[in-house]
């Protein structure tokens, strides 16, 4: 009982606050998970921010857009849930600012003042898009503390790739972004993919992240940036090699996931040979393969835990 009145008071408070935004939009409860609210105004912010990220999200027709908006505030919500657990997500952490810096860089904006001004295009302010950096970032780390001593690293074997490759005097750089995905069984593979490559032939490929990926990527259209030849494991380099600009791979098994990435553009460069530093860059892009692995275990656990009531 006294949960239930709890709740339709956070209900009557959010409603005032956000009437003073949405007048004239009718407000009402979507999701209670845990006792934190999610209204239909919140899944329409999420929708704003989604397509603030990527552009190309405002392709897709108003009900797909919300479908993606609503399974992601949900997922961030879980995550916000369990990291109060464990953190103060109202302390200040320096490292937010360096991935904001990254966020709107990555829409070609030049400065933070550029990017509050962008933001205002979608009724969004530069503290909304900090707090959920401050999410995503704090949830890495949970997952990093809790899960650091099950990496598995074959120095060895990454010496052995860069020994193979030393003598090549430019090295490539790709432009990726990537869809991760997950199957119940093995039945389900060949449903899936030829889903996905519909998916892809139909509203494109960073759509289709949105709306199929499993990755924290799916909110930037599946965009993971530049990453040299040399920093990419041989499994999925020999995948990707052969591919052209605007070509995707076809499904890579990693871990308890499949892989699909698309070459969103190349360069090459002067390669600097430099052992310990190809090492390290090798080291850290399986480390976070392998994390990115973890994280989606520890979710989904700690989802089946969470009480989630859709209204």
């Known amino acids: 009982m006294i949960n239930k009145i709890k709740i339709i008071f956070i209900f009557v408070i959010l409603t005032f606050i956000n009437t003073l935004s949405y007048s004239k939009e009718n407000i009402s409860i979507i999701y209670n998970i845990n006792n934190k609210i999610i209204t239909n105004v919140d899944i329409k912010k999420e929708a704003n921010y989604l397509a603030a990220l990527n552009n190309q999200l405002k392709s897709l027709n108003k009900k797909q857009i919300l479908e993606i908006a609503e399974e992601s505030i949900v997922r961030e919500i879980i995550k916000e849930i369990e990291l109060n657990k464990f953190f103060n997500l109202e302390l200040p952490n320096p490292i937010v600012d360096t991935y904001l810096k990254q966020s709107y860089e990555r829409l070609n904006l030049k400065n933070e003042a550029e990017f509050i001004k962008y933001l205002e295009n979608y009724e969004l302010t530069i503290g909304f898009i900090k707090k959920k950096i401050q999410i995503e970032i704090t949830w890495n780390q949970l ?38 995905f997950e199957i119940k069984n093995k039945d389900d593979l060949n449903e899936k993919k030829i889903a996905i490559e519909e998916s892809i032939k139909e509203i494109g490929f960073k759509n289709s992240a949105n709306i199929y990926s499993i990755s924290d990527s799916s909110k930037l259209g599946g965009d993971i940036g530049w990453i040299a030849e040399n920093e990419i494991s041989k499994k999925i380099y020999d995948e990707i090699n052969n591919l052209k600009v605007g070509q995707h791979s076809k499904p890579i098994l990693t871990g308890s996931s499949f892989l699909i990435l698309r070459i969103d553009d190349l360069k090459y460069q002067e390669k600097k040979i430099n052992k310990e530093e190809q090492l390290e860059k090798k080291i850290k892009f399986e480390t976070e393969r392998q994390l990115q692995q973890f994280s989606k275990i520890y979710y989904n656990k700690v989802k089946n835990n969470t009480n989630i009531n859709e209204s």
């Open 143 to 180: 997952v990093y503390d809790k899960f650091k001593n099950k990496i598995k690293i074959d120095n060895e074997k990454i010496i052995k790739e860069i020994e193979l490759n030393e003598n090549i005097a430019n090295e490539k750089l790709y432009q990726l972004s990537e869809i991760i």
